[in-house]
């Protein structure tokens, strides 16, 4: 039995002024913990609210109910650090990847560069060194279009810091954005996003538990009993 907040509200995508005029994933999160209304609250790791956030937003309004469930679970989802969110980001890109093409395609290996590259603690050029396995692998093939990638992010300095206060979030978007145009039919995209989402919570779970600090999700959306 799927276990949930008693009061389950009815998600829609956007901002909100307050509750009275609706609530997406994350200002219904802010509610639960007790925060101010907001869409960005400080219990969830910024870079899991983005994908919240964009997962909300570019779901069909059927299948945005989803993961309401999972609110619970997001205002305890914080502390993990830049590894994890950097881990989550790279999730993101390497799945939208699958269903990318052209532009979009040069956009996503950008974004995933410049994450491999604040990933090693680097802010300029680029070398193949700093491509992490999970990318490697999953651009065998893609030479051409990653070399054209690499010299375009080799031209761009950013630091750490500064990629993951502002980039990550974007990156995070852009994928998002990638899979809900470009995975096939409405479900398609639909079943895409939520399994994208049910898996970044996971990865979150997952790192706070190997970091010692065992899992502090509040309740999992798809236990059951």
């Excluded at 509200?9 to 609706?22: D, E, N, T, V």
């Excluded at 909300?56 to 830049?82: E, F, K, M, V, W």
């Excluded at 810091?161 to 039919?185: L, W």
């Amino acid at each position: 039995m799927v276990r949930t907040p008693t009061a389950m509200p009815i998600l829609a995508a956007g901002r909100h002024r307050s509750p009275r005029h609706g609530a997406c994933l994350m200002e219904y999160t802010s509610v639960l913990a007790g925060e101010r209304f907001s869409d960005s609250p400080r219990c969830t790791d910024p870079v899991l609210a983005a994908v919240a956030r964009a997962v909300n937003d570019y779901s069909s309004d059927r299948s945005r109910q989803r993961i309401a469930p999972y609110a619970g679970d997001l205002t305890t989802a914080h502390g993990a650090g830049d590894d994890v969110g950097r881990g989550i980001v790279r999730r993101c890109l390497l799945s939208a990847l699958r269903y990318a093409d052209g532009t979009r395609t040069h956009v996503l290996l950008v974004a995933l560069l410049g994450v491999d590259r604040a990933a090693a603690g680097e802010s300029r050029g680029w070398d193949h060194s700093m491509l992490s396995l999970d990318a490697e692998l999953a651009l065998l093939g893609r030479e051409r279009e990653v070399a054209d990638a690499a010299a375009y992010v080799a031209t761009l300095p950013v630091k750490a810091g500064e990629h993951a206060r502002r980039a990550s979030g974007i990156a995070v978007e852009i994928a998002v954005a990638t899979i809900a145009e470009s995975a096939g039919d409405r479900d398609a995209a639909d079943d895409a996003l939520f399994e994208l989402f049910n898996e970044c919570v996971d990865d979150y779970d997952r790192a706070l538990a190997a970091a010692g600090q065992g899992s502090r999700l509040a309740w999992t959306a798809d236990s059951t009993s």
